[in-house]
């Protein structure tokens, strides 16, 4: 079964930090630009960061610029969203998406694959 599975996600305290990870079964990462998006209670879900397949070029979301790394690794198929000084309001949702174009918008035709999520919940 063709699938995007996140893991990492968890409870940290404020300033903590967690590394997501990303793994494609039965296909092939490097085909596509990667991002990680999240979605918190009540809010519509937001771009976090993408990562180009061709140049491994990267967009972060402001709220996220200087404390998330997103990285690939192609030979273990695995994309990675490194998150640093975690604040509360980045609780939520994460979600990875094997997209056809770098866009922290994306569009319905913009992604070919969803994952399921995993949660990341920040304490104060």
């Known amino acids: 079964q063709v699938q995007l599975v996140e893991s990492g996600g968890g409870q940290v305290q404020f300033g903590g930090s967690l590394t997501l990870s990303c793994a494609a079964s039965r296909f092939t990462l490097d085909y596509y630009d990667i991002g990680w998006f999240r979605q918190a209670p009540g809010k519509e879900r937001e771009g976090v960061s993408c990562i180009s397949r061709k140049t491994g070029s990267t967009l972060y979301a402001d709220s996220v610029k200087g404390r998330f790394t997103i990285s690939r690794d192609n030979t273990k198929n695995t994309i990675y969203l490194q998150m640093n000084s975690l604040k509360p309001e980045d609780t939520a949702v994460y979600y990875c998406?094997?997209?056809?174009?770098?866009?922290?918008?994306?569009?319905?035709?913009?992604?070919?694959?969803w994952g399921r999520g995993t949660q990341v919940t920040v304490s104060s």
């Open positions: 998406a094997a997209l056809f174009t770098m866009t922290l918008r994306p569009d319905k035709s913009d992604v070919d694959y």
